[in-house]
């Protein structure tokens, strides 16, 4: 069994999204169910087939999630440290080309989130970091073709 590797708060949103589809939206749906069986008719009954739809929905996920967390490896972001970038870092980085500065924080794959600067440890920019340091540069393949990034620094916070 491959573990998961994931932060605290990645692990924690898992367990209420768990929990809200086990609490709140698995109820809805079997009421839903239950009130479209009162229609009559199940062979030409649309919310009764659009309720189920989203029942399977639902369940396969709620599956997805209790595999996830079963397998789920918790880093603690606070008690690594060091040079080199890892699970966890945060990194600044610049384009070479643009001089545009970002900062990503690799994280596992369920909270990946580019919007909120955090990268997958499985995405390619995170590959190509992963066992560098402060002040290396990087080559990064990319839909429009290669970018070539240096890292200016590397936390864990």
Known sequence: MEKVPMTKAGYEML???LKRRQSEERP???AAIAEARAHGDLSENAEYHAAKE???HNEGRVSELEDLLSRAE???ISKLSGKTIKFGA????VDEETDEEKTYQIVGEQEADVKAGKISITSP???AM????EGDS?????PGGARDYEILSVKFV
């Not at 945060?90 to 980085?93: A, N, S």
């Not at 992963?130 to 340091?133: L, Q």
């Not at 990087?138 to 990319?142: D, F, L, N, P, R």
């Open 15 to 17: 367990q209420a999204e």
């Open 54 to 56: 989203h029942q399977s």
């Open 90 to 93: 945060t990194v600044k980085l």
């Open 28 to 30: 809805a749906i079997i």
């Open 138 to 142: 990087i080559e990064v393949a990319a």
């Open 74 to 76: 918790i880093i603690d």
């Open 130 to 133: 992963i066992g560098k340091s």
């Open 125 to 127: 920019i995170a590959r």
